[in-house]
């Protein structure tokens, strides 16, 4: 055979292949919040290129950063009429899917990241696992951090925050548990105007991040940070179950490798900027409060009271929450560790 | 969120240089700057800049306390490291050196100001509130090498914190004289508005008012203009009609311009990367 012959031949598998693949190309539209740019959308349109090289072209990312689809219940509802194929959304935003993945946004649960870290080597894959069954793949949790609240005046007693104007998310049932629970009326406003309540006097003291409050601006207006975690949030990419199977089994095993890889390192990175964001709202000047011991004690309370609530309420189950208790206390009764601060 | 959220676009530093320099020294100063904002060839910019930056550094060794060279000095640094240099490292030196000489021409001018652009927020806020019309160049020159710092050290958390500082100083600039340096001020808080989506309490469209006003000040000249309204409004809006209309006016206008066509040739460059790329990101 002449190799003019056999490249012809190459040539001409090559483009059926090439018509083969694009006729088997698989779109997947996914949705999400975070603005392009950002390491979420970076390492996840790292990750995107990565698939289309390593499944020929089979399998297409196409995101939708910055809120272009909406909030999380809009991203959800698009999935479900097929406009979009997943999202990358708080663990919140898949509360109605699937309950229990709320467990971790519990209020003061976690004391320290070495629990969070005990309990989510146990627990994550009960919820991966648990979404999964409700039709929604995902690829491992990504840290968000913890909430802490901040303030344009020191909380030192859990008095102080009566005379505070907390802002709530809209519609966030576990914090409007939590701040009844603690006696006080928090103002729902949606995430668009925070900035603009805190300028204006409107809010004055808010739950979040270190590195939420830097890059929302919020750093401006507050002075103080109430150094206790109330409440840990995570992000992770979601699925729909009928879209991924449309795969051939091999393309979803790359996409599964690609993007555990992907929340993995999302996850490290963002405690790590986290730890870095904490210093850095001290270098700007804002103070960081410690509760006494007897403050703690009643913050502990209303949380106990608030859990029992939300659990009454049918927000997670009862299972799912002895399951997390009992990893707790097992944590807890090994022998006492150095703590890290946080 | 995460930390190059706020990554900063390129940034324009250039224009606006020639014009400020009327003293003998800086005659020789700004006979350069001007050859160097009408030159249409990039590469000559790119390999002839650090000669000129390195007579800059000269003349002020000679004379520091010369407000003026220190503020063409500052924007020639910025505007270099953020347009030519890709080595981060390299990037970060000369946007550190491009802001000090700044800072000393804002301490040469503004003791108050010169106290509190490290300190909290608020202190800084209060200062710019002293600031008078005249203040106007020292203060742009001040926020525009700042942002480049911050664009080259993006990955750090207190750069990220300054960004507030650096929206506060060109909201002075634009209520001391807003068409100064072609309505560049405008141009910088369209970005900067333009960085969050309005879900994350970003104001796009307070960003699209600044953009168009930018392109008003500079009577559609500033082809930059465009291009950023481009990129970082019309994309975030997902408005791709928006997007390619801009564009293409880029494509088809003269880069040509009295001071502006340097920054009109890298537009274009710019232009025709975000056309080629539309397919993919709509």
Redesign the interface.
């Known amino acids: 055979m002449s190799l003019r012959l056999l490249l012809k031949i190459q040539f001409a598998a090559l483009m059926l292949l090439l018509f083969f693949s694009n006729a088997q190309a698989l779109d997947l539209k996914i949705a999400t919040?975070?603005?392009?740019?950002?390491?979420?959308m970076?390492e996840m349109r790292r990750g995107a290129s990565e698939i289309v090289q390593r499944t020929e072209g089979r399998v297409v990312f196409k995101f939708?950063?910055?809120?272009?689809m909406g909030?999380d219940k809009n991203v959800l509802r698009k999935i479900r009429a097929g406009q979009l194929q997943g999202g990358a959304i708080t663990g919140g935003g898949l509360a109605e899917v699937y309950p229990d993945n709320q467990i971790y946004n519990l209020p003061l649960i976690f004391r320290s990241y070495e629990e969070m870290d005990y309990v989510r080597s146990k627990m994550d894959t009960l919820i991966t696992q648990g979404l999964e069954q409700r039709g929604f793949v995902s690829f491992g949790l990504a840290e968000g951090g913890f909430a802490y609240l901040m303030s344009s005046r020191p909380i030192r007693n859990v008095d102080d925050l009566k005379n505070e104007k907390i802002w709530m998310p809209e519609g966030d049932t576990i914090s409007r548990s939590m701040y009844q629970a603690l006696g006080v009326s928090p103002i729902p406003l949606p995430?668009?105007?925070?900035?603009?309540g805190l300028q204006t006097g409107l809010i004055t003291t808010v739950g979040g991040?270190p590195?939420?409050a830097?890059?929302?601006?919020w750093?401006?207006k507050l002075k103080y940070v109430t150094d206790v975690p109330v409440m840990y949030f995570y992000g992770i990419l979601a699925v729909d179950r009928k879209a991924y199977l449309k795969m051939s089994p091999s393309d979803q095993a790359v996409v599964r490798e690609v993007m555990q890889g992907v929340f993995d390192k999302l996850n490290r990175?963002?405690r790590q900027?986290n730890e870095?964001?904490r210093?850095?709202?001290r270098?700007?000047?804002v103070e960081f409060v410690q509760l006494a011991p007897k403050e703690m004690e009643k913050l502990h309370k209303a949380a106990s009271e608030a859990i029992a609530q939300l659990g009454a309420q049918g927000v997670y189950t009862s299972d799912m929450f002895k399951t997390l208790q009992g990893h707790l206390e097992h944590y807890r009764k090994q022998p006492a560790k150095t703590p890290v601060q946080h | 969120?995460?930390?190059?959220?706020?990554?900063l676009p390129l940034l324009i530093l250039l224009s606006g240089c020639a014009s400020m320099l009327a003293s003998s020294t800086g005659k020789l100063a700004g006979d350069l700057s001007s050859a160097v904002l009408n030159q249409d060839d990039l590469q000559t910019v790119q390999e002839g800049a650090p000669a000129y930056l390195l007579l800059l550094d000269g003349m002020l060794a000679g004379d520091p306390k010369n407000e003026q060279l220190l503020i063409t000095a500052a924007r020639l640094y910025g505007a270099y490291a953020s347009i030519f240099v890709t080595e981060p490292d390299r990037a970060r030196r000369l946007t550190e050196k491009a802001r000090n000489y700044a800072v000393r021409a804002v301490c040469l001018n503004n003791e108050t100001l010169c106290r509190s652009w490290q300190?909290?927020?608020?202190d800084f806020a209060a200062a710019l509130a002293t600031l008078k019309a005249a203040d106007a160049p020292v203060l742009y020159a001040f926020a525009a090498t700042w942002a480049s710092w911050i664009q080259t050290h993006s990955d750090?958390?207190?750069a990220?914190?300054d960004?507030?500082k650096v929206e506060a100083a060109m909201r002075r600039v634009v209520a001391l004289d807003e068409s100064y340096d072609n309505g560049g001020a405008h141009l910088y808080l369209g970005v900067l508005n333009t960085?969050?989506?309005?879900?994350?309490?970003?104001k796009p469209e307070e960003g699209q008012t600044h953009f168009r006003r930018a392109i008003e000040l500079s009577q559609g000249r500033n082809l930059m203009a465009k291009v950023q309204y481009a990129e970082k409004y019309a994309?975030?809006?997902?408005d791709r009609k928006l997007h390619d209309r801009l564009l293409q006016e880029v494509m088809a206008a003269d880069a040509v311009q009295p001071g502006l066509t340097l920054i009109n040739t890298l537009a274009k460059q710019q232009a025709q990367k975000l056309l080629a790329s539309a397919k993919d990101y709509f």
Request: proline share 7%.
């Open positions: 919040i975070a603005p392009d740019g950002t390491t979420w970076q939708y950063p910055g809120g272009t909030n995430l668009t105007d925070v900035l603009t991040s590195t939420g830097i890059a929302l601006q750093h401006t990175q963002i900027d870095n964001a210093k850095v709202l270098q700007q000047g | 969120m995460t930390r190059t959220l706020l990554l300190r909290p927020y608020d750090d958390w207190s990220l914190a960004l507030p960085l969050r989506p309005a879900a994350l309490g970003g994309r975030l809006a997902f």
